[in-house]
């Protein structure tokens, strides 16, 4: 495979540097991974948390596939990786704390900060934000290696990384409420659905308006 057919988004926008130091090479990744994690937690930050489930509804899953669209896989990963270490060990970097099935709706846009510093396994959507890893390696792979960001599959490939966070995200918070898996479905998919579609769509029309820009740029160069 030639090297341009493995291009990912972020290094079109920021070529790899051309040197013997793999330190260098090295930073560079850590930055965009960086980068990534950072744009999640301000995402987390955009949520609505309604009455009936622990979980609210954030911006956190059009972050995520957009940066295993932009990163590829390990990358990608590894962004959300340094996203749950920050929630855990740096700043409150999830999505603002939850009231509890019996809350009252809230709404918050970013300003002021909100966001909880907690260890995952103390959160009842912790397997969301694990989720989150597994998800973001899925696209990264998909569009990495079979460009997936940049063809007509990018809306299945968006749909298969959103689907597959849910899969620890239902199974945690199952475990973590001592509730059924159809009580867990309740609480933590079907609230979702609607919001989820809108957001894989976004991040599906995102990835290729951004290669179409990139390469017109590029080609005008």
Known sequence: MQQTEALTLADAVFPRIRSDSRAAILAQDFALMIGFA??????????????WSPVPVTMQTFAVLVAGGSLGLWRGAGSMVIYMLMGMF??????????????????HFILPWSGTREFVWDLASGGYIVGFILSAALVGFLCERWQWDRKPWVHFGMFLG?????????LWLAYDL????????EF???PF???DLM????????LP?????????????
């Open 193 to 195: 659905i609607v919001g």
């Open 209 to 221: 308006v951004a290669w179409s820009v990139v390469s017109r740029y590029r080609g005008n160069r």
């Open 199 to 206: 957001k894989l769509g976004l991040a599906s029309l995102t």
């Open 38 to 51: 950072m744009f999640t937690a301000i995402c987390a930050q955009i949520a609505v948390q309604t009455p």
């Open 188 to 190: 933590g998919l079907y």
């Open 90 to 107: 740096v700043f409150s970097a999830f999505a603002p704390g939850d009231p509890g099935v019996s809350g009252d709706w809230d709404v």
């Open 162 to 170: 959103n689907a597959v966070l849910y899969v620890p995200g239902i």
């Open 178 to 185: 001592d509730i059924s898996l159809s009580k867990s479905l």
